[in-house]
T-cell receptor
Framework: DSGVTQTPKHLITATGQRVTLRCSPR?????VYWYQQSLDQGLQFLIQYYNGEERAKGNILERFSAQQFPDLHSELNLSSLELGDSALYFC???????????FGSGTRLTVV | GENVEQHPSTLSVQEGDSAVIKCTYSDSASNYFPWYKQELGKRPQLIIDIRSNVGEKKDQRIAVTLNKTAKHFSLHITETQPEDSAVYFCAAIPLGGGGNKLTFGTGTQLKVEL
């Protein structure tokens, strides 16, 4: 157990729908990062939060949004889902900006 | 921003042989370089890291070397075993600044054959 908790582990939904992925960082970690990993692909950075504030944005689609709450958990919202959004979505957290990255077990999203 | 290139994309070795994966980075301010191992369908896990004030670091069968002048770093796995088969990602970041994140390489699929 890495200490980073992601729910749900699996999600199957239809095209056009909206889903919310949840991440609870390790205790004490202030930074949360979201990554998308499609089949046989690398880790595509989506967005980063630090202590409730957005710090960096990657190739995140306009249909996707995220936030970090006062208790430091984060949610990634994916809307108007398309088949191509099927992927593993990882959350990572770190105590400092960039150091000690630890990944959660991921949410496998399947859009049918 | 930082750009990390990783080679090769796939690597096949015989059990017991050594494996080397190489990465180059673009941002001279980067000073922290971790390596992650990802087994199929699982989360990436940190296996070793190195800071820029060190040229080499070793942990049992794995080692990482860093050449700051040339901006490249490498992962070395000796006496490879079937359980070493996985995807390996290198990464780089300048620690200490705001808004910084790890930039990952594109990954190397390592296959250790019996």
């Amino acid at each position: 157990d890495s200490g980073v908790t992601q729910t749900p582990k699996h999600l199957i939904t239809a095209t056009g729908q909206r889903v919310t992925l949840r991440c609870s960082p390790r205790s004490g970690d202030l930074s949360v990062y979201w990554y998308q990993q499609s089949l046989d692909q690398g880790l595509q950075f989506l967005i980063q939060y630090y202590n409730g504030e957005e710090r960096a944005k990657g190739n995140i689609l306009e249909r996707f949004s995220a936030q970090q709450f006062p208790d430091l958990h984060s949610e990634l919202n994916l809307s108007s889902l398309e088949l191509g959004d099927s992927a593993l979505y990882f959350c990572a957290s770190s105590p400092q900006l960039g150091y000690g990255y630890t990944f959660g077990s991921g949410t496998r999203l399947t859009v049918v | 921003g930082e750009n990390v290139e990783q080679h090769p994309s796939t690597l096949s070795v015989q059990e017991g042989d050594s494996a080397v994966i190489k990465c180059t980075y673009s941002d001279s301010a980067s000073n922290y370089f971790p390596w992650y191992k990802q087994e199929l369908g699982k989360r990436p896990q940190l296996i070793i890291d190195i800071r820029s004030n060190v040229g080499e670091k070793k942990d049992q069968r794995i080692a990482v070397t860093l050449n700051k002048t040339a901006k490249h770093f490498s992962l070395h796995i000796t006496e490879t075993q079937p359980e070493d088969s996985a995807v390996y990602f290198c990464a780089a970041i300048p620690l200490g600044g705001g808004g910084n994140k790890l930039t990952f390489g594109t990954g190397t699929q390592l296959k250790v054959e019996l």
